[in-house]
């Protein structure tokens, strides 16, 4: 039998991973012993492979319970395209499918099988199970168990049976969601035994964190998907037609967008679902019913068109991009009317949800209106220490400017008081700027003192001074009388002069020129990179084997191809990502793109002195070995070994270790000073073609260099 292998050996095996990511090794190692385990990790953070790893690791077929049915397909044909014999039972199955895959599981043809939720709890399932070798259960989306979790499936409360039937296979519980409330149920629920518990860091440093006043909304986002042509992402938008509204305009100004929404039939969710996955369309304007079944690992960016309900959501939402661990870019649009929307639809709960569901809320809120390092904000709602400002968000980025608006606040409680209390943000902004609305005039509103007199800022920006005087206690909002707003706990001491009130500037970000020209030519630029050829081959790889781009190469791994553009299967083969499995399905039609677009830039290349000796060291520092490189070059292979031997012989590093044994070395070199007239032809007759040309004139080039080799 052959020696069972090594975690470590099946990550990069199987997944091509060099290392673990924090904590994936411990959870594996917990799994592998047979514990029980729960695993916290942010979306992207690598939770697959804890179960995955295991479950080749292990003797027998592991048991996914997976509860949407896009995520199972999408795990499998991400297992398969890697060489891993996986499988999933679900209702899109037809009769013969689930036949088929029943007769591999009893071969033991399957190593890993993904199931939904009511199937497993299906009695005539668990019989059938209770037949086979099972290595370990493992339970995704585990919050789903919780009723306190935002996607609550009533089926995963039964889950509890799979530890009563099968004691000891080990169970691993994953989720991304980090609330202590509801991992108390998962561990409860699921009845695992003494559980080792994983939780990782909530940090994503490869997000950037970016809040925008939800105003030109739609304007905003036009200059932010010129400067981000072809990149995918996701707009969050709170109802349905908004979604519909926003991929419509998209659409029009020449975007492929779609929008994704529960109320659309299922079978069109699944081609826009698929298409998304596929690179076919570029955006996605979804409710939060789009996202839990997205294992996309190159979504660019996310934004949020409305305000999420709480940081939970939100943090889940915003991870679904940048999976990769590339940078990835997130954008909350904020509105005070939002967090009036959510009020009204959140007093419609339970009293005792209501009162939970609107302190988060609030911290929602605090978030969007925060003027510190938002990740410390959001870590810390997590619970998580995080010691510095991060760098990546936009508090950090654009620091701001505070200035004394003590004035300006005691205008707003003046005319907030004078209107006694009554009217909404809306009305108090237009008498103060002293509009002449009919509302205004026929309720007399003008006649008041502070009528316009904060005719001098403008509308968007008071309603932002507004905001913050209601963060800061200077105004507060009635919300049980439709918004009013009343004096907040400091008025007095603000009126009476007492007390400074400190204002942020709203950030002016100018909104880069319409249709700005000079944009157009950078995107004709980027055509022409590696990168972008490269993933014009992706998509016709994965177009022809029926799997999502992501699947063929993710994005790092692409970046990394294009970076060190490897110049034949070994080369390629030690990039991170790329298995020996994905290379034969894949590697030739990589290889071939990158050795096309290197001869096109070579050809480009400036003709200088050397140049084709450097381009040959080109391609060899690409791993190429000499045949390759003739292949390239076009070169006769002679001319080729001549080019190496001077690189070599003018102090290049060339590892002529890798033709010439050190001992033949010494061999050679011992009779080139007796060889008269000395040549490389001269040399190989007299040791009757025993070395090659290129060992030759490797061994002469050491030779000129003296010096470096010592005849000893
Ligand atoms: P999660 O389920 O936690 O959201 P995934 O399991 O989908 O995350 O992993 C996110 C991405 O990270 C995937 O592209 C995955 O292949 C990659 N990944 C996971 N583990 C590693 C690792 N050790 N090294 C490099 N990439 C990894
Ligand atoms: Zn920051």
Known sequence: MPEPLLPSQILKQFFGYDRFRPLQEEAIGAVIAGQDTLLLMPTGGGKSVCYQVPALALPGMAVVVSPLIALMKDQVDGLRSNGIRAAYLNSSLLPLEKDAIDHQCREGAIRLLYVSPEKIMSPVFLQWLYRMKISLFAIDEAHCISSWGHDF???????????????????????????KLIRRDILDQLGLRSPKVFVSSFDRPNLSLTVRPGRSRLGHILDFLELHPEEPGIIYCLSRNATEEVADKLYRSGYKASAYHAGLPA?????TQDAFLRDDIQIICATIAFGMGIDKSN??????????????SFYQEIGRAGRDGLPAETILFYSFRDVMNWREMLMQGTPERQELQIARLERMQQYAEAQLCRRRILLNYFSEEAGTDCGNCDVCREPRTRFDGTLLAQKALSAAIRLGEGVNMGTLIDVLRGSRSREILEKGYDKIKTYGAGADVKPDDWREYLTQMVNTGVLDVAYHQKYAIHKGVLAQKILNGAQQVWL???????RPEKGAESRKPKREMLKETLPDRLRVVRKQLADRHNVPPYIVFNDNTLHEIAKTKPGNRSALLAIEGVTAHKF????EAILTEVRRFVKEQTGKGVQVKGGSYLLTLQLYEQGCSPEEIAQQRDLGITTVQSHLAWLLENGYSIQWQAFLHPADLQIILAVIPGIQPLSARAIFDYFEGKFSYLQIKLAQALYNRSGVVTRK
Not at 267 to 271: E, G, L, P, S, Y
Not at 299 to 310: E, I, S
């Open 504 to 510: 942020v500037k709203p950030e002016n970000q100018p």
């Open 153 to 179: 499936r009533p089926e995963y409360t039964q889950l509890k049976i799979l530890k009563e039937y099968f004691p000891s296979v080990p169970v691993i519980a994953l989720t991304a969601t980090a609330d």
């Open 299 to 312: 979504v660019r960016w996310v934004m949020h068109y409305n305000l999420p309900k709480n940081l939970e």
């Open 267 to 271: 079978a069109d969710r699944m081609v």
């Open 584 to 587: 034969e399905q894949f590697g």
